[in-house]
């Protein structure tokens, strides 16, 4: 390895979407080398959703949320990324009207527009998608306007271009073994191949983070797995249906593959994705099978076509939120992003600005103060995943 290919401004640990949409932030003033231990999105970049609905699943930051839908919006028609809009459901359980009419309102203020619908205002705008007016335990529903989906691979793909043809270099099949610390001063990386130099490395490792960082940060974050199926519906899919997710099951749905539903959700614990079975659970099953078309009257008599329980395990904090920080009680010049259990696509946009903000001390295009590591008193890493649904329900 010459020299030249040994000292950078900035390393990123991990090609996945935050490590690629970090390299392509900073890569227009940076020199910048992204290092992966596999492949450029191959973890759980590959086996994301594609639902994008940051408004919803951050009602308390529209700031955070309008700002991830701008990207997408702008960012659509480079390379082979489309942006689709499609409108996001979620219906309100019993004892969340109040604050949902008043998120919708807040969030509508914000120019994310938001609906509130009781169940006959709903099934009259929105005829036979649920059945709200003929279930208890719903007072109305929510519908939010800037929502959309994307396919992960074009998005992740497009970007790692744009990074590289910012300058951006991408070194793959490359373990980390170590930050390089000189002095509690970030010095650069040790890899299995050798060391690479630079005053500045972006961790964004997923859940391998905290296990990288154990000599240099403590960080309560943990695997787990999503689990999902796709189901292909007897009388095919409505025009225009609308993407979703329900509170107290866990779940969400978007349209795929023309008429076809997936539906994901029910996140698992795990202690270690690489020694640990990758299969969905009975509970899911029985709750696309039985639970769900209790709701929504297109899935009666359709079929699951494919299942998928993410093999690599993804990141989680215990509140949901990710982690965004240069940590005082860490060496100087190492930035953390980890931690995307409400969803590390969705939310790429804002890790990007994020980063880049840590990186060249600039400021972020929204308070990061939510994400800093300060906030949690206890690092340990065993915890329960949160419910990233529960907004709008009955305390």
């Known amino acids: 390895m010459t020299d030249s290919k040994s000292n950078y401004d900035v390393v990123v640990i991990g090609a996945g979407i935050s490590g690629i949409i970090g390299a392509y932030e900073l890569a227009i003033d940076h020199d910048v080398l992204v290092i992966d231990q596999g492949r450029v999105a191959n973890d759980a970049t590959s086996r994301a959703s594609g639902l994008i609905s940051t408004p919803q699943v951050f009602p308390d930051m529209p700031a955070f949320g309008a700002y991830a839908i701008d990207f997408f919006e702008k960012f659509s028609g480079t390379g082979i990324f489309s942006y689709k809009p499609r409108r996001k459901i979620q219906p309100v359980l019993n004892g969340g009207e109040a604050a949902a009419r008043q998120h919708a309102q807040e969030q509508s203020e914000q ?9 006959h205002e709903f099934n009259e705008r929105f005829p036979n998608v649920a059945r709200l007016d003929a279930l208890e335990g ?12 994307i396919d992960p691979m074009d998005y992740a793909h497009s970007l790692k271009n744009q990074a590289k043809s910012r300058g951006a270099e991408f070194r793959t099949d490359t373990e980390v073994l170590d930050v390089l610390v000189d002095n509690d001063v970030v010095a650069g990386v ?19 983070t905290n296990e990288l960082l154990a000599d240099h940060a403590e960080l309560p974050v943990r695997p787990f797995r999503w689990q999902a199926v796709e189901v292909k519906l007897s009388d095919g899919l409505p025009t225009a ?9 866990e779940v969400y749905w978007r349209p795929i593959n023309g008429d076809n539903l997936l539906i994901g959700g029910r996140p698992i614990t795990v202690g270690s994705p690489a020694s640990e079975p990758s299969t969905i659970t009975d509970s899911f099953q029985t709750m696309v099978r039985e639970q769900l078309p209790e709701l929504l ?15 690599t395990g993804d990141s989680a904090t215990p509140d949901a939120l990710p982690i965004y920080d240069t940590p005082a009680d860490a060496p100087d010049g190492l930035v ?32 990061l103060e939510p994400f800093q590591l300060s906030r949690f008193d206890d690092r340990s890493s065993d915890f329960p995943l949160m419910n990233i649904y529960t907004a709008f329900r009955e305390s």
Not at 300 to 311: F, G, L, Q
């Open 297 to 311: 009257p297109v899935l009666e008599d359709a079929t699951i076509v494919r299942e998928e329980c993410c093999p």
């Open 190 to 208: 040790e890899t299995e191949y050798g060391r690479v130099h630079a005053p500045k490395v972006v961790c964004a490792a997923g859940w391998r």
């Open 336 to 367: 953390i992003a980890t931690g995307f259990q409400k969803g590390g696509i969705m939310s790429s946009p804002c890790t990007g600005a994020a980063i880049r903000s840590l990186v060249a001390d600039e400021p972020a295009p929204f308070s």
């Open 111 to 119: 120019d994310n527009p938001v609906h509130y619908y009781d169940p």
């Open 241 to 249: 249906y609308p993407m979703g997710s329900e509170t107290s099951m």
């Open 138 to 149: 719903y007072d109305g529903v929510l519908e939010y306007e800037r929502t959309g989906m």
